[in-house]
């Protein structure tokens, strides 16, 4: 894999594409500076060379519009803080100024464009908008996992024209070596855990992952079209009636391909949707109409643990519960100590995708587990065996 460490920036422009869409409260200020944090290894590696750093990204959807409040002048202080040097800011991200902006850069100099979506042509991927932004740079470096996925001009088609100039900053490299560890070259036994709501939004998912793995745990709100197309009673549980057949089919598929698959068996059952609504233990194939399975229950846990513990590669996507209210929050913090408790003995942890990152950060897991992916889609995306075209256009010749 080509990375930053392969080439010697020294006078040189790299042109960096950074994922910098952070948070910003009513006053524009930066309210979580997590992206910028990860980009900075790149950023620092490009300077201590004698480089100098051109950083481009997007910053929410302005969807092809100037809008003053997505301005990535907004952002530019607080990335002069994180990387320790002053950031000149440039309000266009191509063209004349922009140019004119980088051929007076010197090294050890960052300068950060404005919002690439301020433009249209960036999520059409637009040739020759991308060609505009090459004229930024001497070497493109792509260290924007959250964008990947998107064939956009920044992240996918500007590489077309720096053949040999192109590579990966060291985050976009650490993302995919990540996912390689889980889907390649895991040591085994691996066990996917996979929760959320709905079985329809994971299918894809698990019919990638199965011939990769050893344990399927399953968890969250899909377990109930599980239960339900085996004959169990869900009662109010969240289930989708049209995919029961695909859940049956799973089954069969992941029995074929020896992959043990592990469903609750009991859960925390409420008589509402809600965090003080009444709540009792019941059998997962058992519960009462007018309750509902939120969290996964006692015996259930210590049955997620031993597989967990016994674990060498673990892969976490999506919560067991329904963990953003805390009446329902006990089987997603117990899977994050667990999933901490096999890190610690020695297995490598990847979480990643949607709402498992939110998860991790709310209970404090992600120092705890090997690696949470800073990008949803295009994680989820990898985790489908999808080609991403950012990382295709660096790989390809
Ligand atoms: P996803 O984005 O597919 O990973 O789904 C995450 C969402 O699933 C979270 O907002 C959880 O609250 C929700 N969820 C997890 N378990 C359940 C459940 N038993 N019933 C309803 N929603 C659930």
């Known amino acids: ?55 481009m990204s997007h910053l929410g959807r302005p969807k092809g519009e100037r809008n003053p409040a997505l301005s990535l002048s907004h952002i530019s202080e607080k990335v002069s803080e994180v990387i320790g040097v002053q950031v000149k800011f440039i309000d266009d991200c191509i063209g004349e100024k922009a140019e004119k902006a980088v051929a007076e850069l010197e090294s050890g100099e960052v300068l950060l464009l404005e919002n690439l979506r301020f433009y249209a042509e960036e999520e059409k991927g637009d040739k020759l908008f991308a060609e505009q932004l090459s004229h930024l740079g001497d070497i493109y470096v792509n260290d924007a996992f959250g964008t990947a996925h998107r064939a956009h001009a920044s992240t996918t088609i500007v590489a077309g024209f720096f053949p040999d100039k192109k590579c990966f900053g060291y985050l976009l490299a650490k993302e995919i070596k990540a996912i390689e560890k889980v889907m390649k070259t895991g040591e085994k036994p691996v066990t996917a855990i996979l929760g959320g709501a709905k079985v329809s939004s994971k299918i894809t998912i698990i019919e990638n992952i199965l011939s990769k793995i050893n344990h399927l745990i399953i968890g969250g709100g899909m377990t109930y079209t599980f239960i339900k ?169």
């Not at 910098?20 to 500076?33: A, G, I, Y």
């Not at 910028?36 to 620092?44: G, Q, V």
């Not at 965090?275 to 229950?297: F, R």
């Not at 519960?321 to 009446?327: A, C, D, K, P, Y």
Request: aromatic share 6%; proline share 3%; hydrophobic share 45%.
């Open 229 to 397: 197309a085996q004959g169990g009673k869900v009662g109010n549980s969240i289930c989708e009636d049209d995919k029961m057949d695909l859940a049956l089919s799973i089954l069969k598929k992941a029995k074929d391909m020896g992959v043990q698959v592990h469903l609750p068996v009991d859960v925390v059952a409420a008589d509402d949707f809600s965090n003080s609504a009444n709540t009792k233990i019941v059998a997962v194939d058992d519960i009462p109409e007018g309750w509902q399975g939120l969290d996964a229950g006692p015996k259930t846990l210590e049955n997620f643990r031993e597989v967990i513990l016994a674990s060498k590669t673990i892969l976490w996507n999506g919560p067991v519960g329904v963990f953003e209210m805390e009446s329902f929050a006990e089987g997603t913090i117990s899977v994050g100590n667990f999933i901490d408790e096999a890190t610690k003995n020695g297995a490598f942890s990847l979480v990643g995708g949607g709402d498992s990152v939110a998860a991790v950060k709310q209970f404090g897991f992600e120092d705890k587990v090997s690696y949470v992916s800073t990008g949803g889609g295009a994680m989820l995306e990898s985790l489908e065996g999808k080609s991403l075209p950012g990382i295709a256009a660096i790989l390809e010749a």
């Open 1 to 55: 894999m080509i990375t930053v460490d392969d080439f010697n920036f020294e006078n040189k422009k790299a042109l960096i594409r950074v994922d910098f869409n952070v948070p910003l409260d009513e006053d524009f200020n930066v309210t979580d500076s997590n992206r910028i944090e990860a980009a900075k290894p790149t950023i620092i590696k490009i300077l201590e060379d004698g480089g100098s750093a051109v950083l």
